[in-house]
């Protein structure tokens, strides 16, 4: 949504018969939608609206929480752009995978919290609002760390599987929650959800826990101990692959099966028959699919039951074999009459290795650009996205970037962080900066600055000029006249920098004294913006002379400011008046060809006096004044000009 810059058109959309309609105002980042009584056939409205309801763009930006997030990841982010391209990408890649963790744990820590104030608040609208944003970041989580073992970390068969195992476990942690009661409970093996417990730890591949779980069954039922004691020899036995070890995945897939076929001679034996809950396990040892399938519940998920089927049917699976095993798991897991949620068709899209599919759905699927933005730049790095251009000629990292940035600019202090967004778009960023740092409200001085400065380091010469006119503006409105001096000078503008120093003067024709002597004392080389703003700086320093009694050149410089026309000519009267205590004085400060000068400038200022159209009765005293203070002036001159050849003539002789 773009700031207009002019007022925001209404618009009124005609309703039903019960006689509401509905109105739109649009701003900078967000709507006003309100109710309204309008007539259509008189074209009035109402005399009032019932509700106003503000439609923000993006509503995230301003959850207190959520606002830890964008900040923790702009540091992520900015860190990402410094590695160098010119190392190979094999070296890269645990720098990405490190990063991609970064990113993860700054959504675990927001989630955490979101949860903590969801549970303490009392408002039950506000523990909604939380527990949706808890459950936007924990789908969040799911997709980005699926992406980092299938596209950053990408993980070869055999590995693969292990870390599929760990996205699950931390995805489905409420088995250790209910594991707790369990065994917490006065008799575990007697409560109600002990076997669920064991099993979900077994469809987990978490064997070991599952064996100490059974042995708690096997204590409380000696008679058909053998019976634990095989499925426990069962469980211990089954092989696991260890990426950093000697075995090839060849050889361990040799001992899987090895493994495998006595699990399945043990069921078909019957050696479990007399124990459903162990024929259960044994069942999904082998990978039986309708075993698994009935127990749904404890899954929960189509990609739970694609892990775990995978664990016990074909543990070194390939990656590009995982599409295939993804559609069949979850055609079987969900009802034939449902519909794949967004999250399904998203987690689908990553198992067949479609990124641009998984970015896609992302951004219908999610409440902000959040997510596919940094993602899109992490797999960008990593060399995964092709050539992918938006219609409006920018690649796809770019156009996220720039959408993401562009909604932090409409909160009061996000904005900061989308200026580095902006500086790493290398197409379309400084364009977008530019339009969006002038919609950045100016509130105070200190924020002004801070836009200021980041202008000012990217050479954006006329945001800075711009900006420097709106503060110098608004402190002229409020009689600031050294801020708003200040800021012309920083601007550049020579004009608004002449009309001030006509300010400066006119206070001191009324006052007698200057307001900002610091800020007009240090002006230096600024001076010569403009040629009031040099005639304001020297007349100052005329006064700083005169004041510290160096008569001489206070009297030079006076004389130097009326002969070289840098004074306005509305101004002469006054220097002239400045003239006669140093004229007054004892010792001759004026020449005889000073003098001269002087009187050159009194009778051209007479002279162009008279010439004006004969004043009012009401101004006669002013006039009355005026000639007076010629006459003094006349008289004062004519004196100096007399000390002046005495004092030539003797030295002269």
């Given at each position: 949504m773009e700031e207009l810059d002019v007022e925001p058109a209404i618009t009124n959309i005609p309703a039903a018969s019960d006689g509401k309609h509905l109105g739109f105002a649009w701003g900078p980042g967000d709507i006003l939608a309100y109710e309204t009584l309008y007539k259509a056939s008189s074209g009035a409205k109402g005399s009032g609206c019932s509700f106003i309801h503000e439609v923000r763009k993006d509503e995230d930006i301003y959850s207190p929480i959520l606002r830890k997030l964008f900040n923790e990841s702009h540091h992520i982010f900015v860190g990402l752009q410094t590695i160098k391209e010119d190392l190979p990408s094999k070296n890269k890649k645990p720098q990405f995978v490190s990063i991609s963790k970064n990113y993860r744990s700054v959504i675990r820590a927001c989630m955490e919290e979101l949860q903590q104030v969801a549970v303490s608040t009392k408002d039950v609208k506000v523990a909604m609002q939380y527990g949706n944003q808890v459950s936007i970041l924990l789908a969040i989580e799911l997709i980005w760390n699926l992406a980092e073992v299938l596209f950053i970390d990408s993980a070869p068969a055999g590995s693969l599987l292990l870390h599929l195992l760990d996205w699950v476990r931390l995805h489905k942690a409420d088995v250790d929650e209910k594991a707790r009661e369990v065994l917490q409970s006065e008799s575990p093996a007697e409560h109600k959800d002990y076997w669920d417990v064991v099993l979900s730890y077994v469809m987990q591949g978490r064997l070991e826990e599952s064996r100490h779980m059974l042995v708690k069954q096997a204590t409380l039922h000696p008679a058909p101990r053998s019976m634990y004691k095989l499925m426990d020899t069962l469980l211990s036995k089954m092989p696991s692959y260890n990426p950093g070890g000697n075995q090839t995945l060849t050889e361990y897939d040799v001992k899987w099966r090895h493994w495998h076929e006595e699990v399945d001679r043990c069921l078909q034996d019957n050696s479990f028959a007399s124990n459903k809950h162990l024929e259960i396990i044994c069942r999904i040892l082998v990978g039986d699919e309708d075993t698994l399938l009935e127990h749904k519940e404890l899954l929960g998920t189509w990609y739970h039951f694609l892990v775990t089927r995978l664990l016990f049917s074909h543990p070194t699976v390939q990656p590009t074999e995982l599409h295939y095993y993804a559609q069949s798991c979850m055609t079987m897991f969900l009802d034939s009459r449902s519909?794949?949620?967004?999250?399904?068709?998203?987690?689908?899209?990553?198992?067949?290795?479609?990124?641009?599919?998984?970015?896609?759905?992302?951004?219908?699927?999610?409440?902000?650009?959040?997510?596919?933005?940094?993602?899109?730049?992490?797999?960008?790095?990593?060399?995964?996205?092709?050539?992918?251009?938006?219609?409006?000629?920018?690649?796809?990292?770019?156009?996220?970037?720039?959408?993401?940035?562009?909604?932090?600019?409409?909160?009061?202090?996000?904005?900061?962080?989308?200026?580095?967004?902006?500086?790493?778009?290398?197409?379309?960023?400084?364009?977008?900066?530019?339009?969006?740092?002038?919609?950045?409200?100016?509130?105070?001085?200190?924020?002004?600055?801070?836009?200021?400065?980041?202008?000012?380091?990217?050479?954006?010469?006329?945001?800075?000029?711009?900006?420097?006119?709106?503060?110098?503006?608004?402190?002229?409105?409020?009689?600031?006249?050294?801020?708003?001096?200040?800021?012309?000078?920083?601007?550049?503008?020579?004009?608004?920098?002449?009309?001030?120093?006509?300010?400066?003067?006119?206070?001191?024709?009324?006052?007698?004294?200057?307001?900002?002597?610091?800020?007009?004392?240090?002006?230096?080389?600024?001076?010569?913006?403009?040629?009031?703003?040099?005639?304001?700086?020297?007349?100052?320093?005329?006064?700083?002379?005169?004041?510290?009694?160096?008569?001489?050149?206070?009297?030079?410089?006076?004389?130097?400011?009326?002969?070289?026309?840098?004074?306005?000519?509305?101004?002469?009267?006054?220097?002239?008046?400045?003239?006669?205590?140093?004229?007054?004085?004892?010792?001759?400060?004026?020449?005889?060809?000073?003098t001269y000068e002087l009187m050159f400038c009194l009778e051209e200022l007479t002279s162009s006096l008279s010439s004006v159209v004969p004043a009012t009765d009401g101004t006669m005293q002013d006039e009355d004044i005026e000639q007076t203070k010629v006459e003094l002036l006349r008289l004062a001159l004519a004196r100096n000009l007399a000390m002046a050849i005495v004092k030539e003539g003797t030295v002269s002789t």
């Open positions: 519909v794949p949620e967004p999250l399904d068709n998203i987690l689908l899209a990553a198992f067949e290795f479609d990124i641009h599919q998984v970015i896609k759905e992302c951004s219908i699927a999610l409440n902000n650009w959040w997510f596919v933005a940094h993602l899109t730049d992490l797999l960008d790095h990593c060399k995964l996205l092709q050539s992918h251009n938006v219609h409006f000629g920018s690649n796809l990292r770019e156009f996220l970037l720039l959408e993401y940035a562009s909604g932090l600019f409409t909160h009061h202090s996000l904005w900061q962080l989308a200026v580095d967004y902006f500086d790493h778009c290398p197409d379309l960023g400084r364009v977008y900066l530019e339009l969006q740092i002038e919609r950045v409200p100016l509130n105070t001085e200190r924020k002004a600055l801070k836009v200021l400065r980041i202008c000012e380091q990217r050479q954006m010469s006329e945001q800075v000029r711009s900006i420097c006119k709106i503060m110098a503006m608004r402190a002229l409105k409020n009689n600031r006249l050294g801020s708003a001096l200040s800021w012309s000078i920083r601007a550049k503008d020579a004009a608004f920098a002449t009309l001030i120093s006509e300010r400066f003067l006119q206070d001191y024709c009324a006052r007698g004294t200057f307001s900002d002597l610091d800020l007009i004392d240090n002006l230096g080389p600024a001076m010569l913006l403009s040629d009031r703003l040099t005639f304001l700086g020297k007349y100052r320093e005329f006064h700083r002379l005169y004041g510290e009694k160096r008569f001489g050149e206070a009297a030079k410089l006076l004389l130097s400011l009326m002969t070289a026309k840098i004074a306005p000519r509305s101004f002469w009267m006054t220097l002239l008046t400045d003239a006669l205590p140093l004229l007054e004085q004892k010792e001759v400060i004026f020449s005889a060809g000073q």
